[in-house]
């Protein structure tokens, strides 16, 4: 699997926007870019992904270089429930079942 | 929302033993995941199924684990004999249908497997 890189940890303060960034060089043309959340004593949850194009959802925006090699998670308003450990994975496209390669993640702490 | 629901929550078990960890997945996926994370380190693929049949599971999933989708609702990961190292939290995710989609894996909160 391509392998991703991301910041051990960040801080933002309540409300403030958050930008999470993940570097990816290695990335084929048919990777996916997720994201996924851990929050303490929690499963994974998934956030948000794309393939080429910017994508938003409810939850977050996922912004996606025009190169590929790189993507940015920003959640817009963060509260106390975003802290958590936030996951940049790249996967395959094909058919059926795929896995998810998780590394250490992005530990995100979030200030009142 | 729909979710997935993990049994039981924590699990102690002797080393040795035969544990049963059980999931019942959305209703309307066809994927079945199983994950583990051992304390403090990253969250590992296991195993996925389809269609009644693993479709790939990874080096951790040796001849000690066994999956099974006994009826249209459970999905299980049995260990044949425990060791301390399978102490971990063992975490199932299904999906729908992801043809060339890669459609989000929905997780459970984990099992917690104690083995003493």
């Known amino acids: 699997d391509a392998k991703t890189t991301q910041p051990n940890s960040m801080e933002s303060n309540e409300e403030e926007p958050v930008h999470l960034p993940c570097n990816h060089s290695?990335?084929?043309?048919?990777?996916?870019i997720h994201w996924y959340r851990q929050l303490p004593s929690q499963g994974p949850e998934y956030v948000i992904h794309?393939?080429?194009s910017n994508v938003n959802n409810r939850m977050a925006s996922l912004a996606i270089a025009e190169d590929r090699k790189s993507s940015t998670l920003i959640l817009h308003r963060a509260t106390l429930r975003d802290a958590a450990v936030y996951y940049c994975?790249?996967?395959?496209?094909?058919?059926?079942?795929?896995?998810?390669?998780f590394g250490k993640g992005t530990k995100l702490s979030v200030i009142p | 929302e729909p979710e997935v629901t993990q049994t039981p929550s924590h699990q102690v078990t002797q080393m040795g033993q035969e544990v049963i960890l059980r999931c019942v997945p959305i209703?309307?996926?066809?994927?079945f995941y199983w994950y583990r994370q051992i304390l403090g380190q990253k969250v590992e693929f296991l195993v996925s199924?389809?269609?009644?049949?693993?479709?790939?599971k990874s080096e951790i999933f040796d001849d000690q684990f066994s999956v099974e989708r006994p009826d249209g609702s459970n999905f299980t990961l049995k260990i044949r004999s425990t060791k301390l190292e399978d102490s971990a939290m063992y975490f199932c995710?299904?999906?729908?249908?992801?043809?060339?989609?890669?459609?989000?894996?929905?997780f459970g909160n984990g099992t917690r497997l104690t083995v003493t």
């Open positions: 209703s309307n996926h066809l994927y």
């Open positions: 794309g393939l080429t």
């Open positions: 995710a299904s999906s729908p249908t992801g043809e060339g989609t890669n459609s989000p894996l929905h």
């Open positions: 199924f389809y269609n009644n049949e693993i479709s790939e």
């Open positions: 290695t990335i084929s043309g048919t990777d996916y």
């Open positions: 994975i790249l996967s395959a496209s094909g058919a059926g079942s795929y896995q998810l390669t």
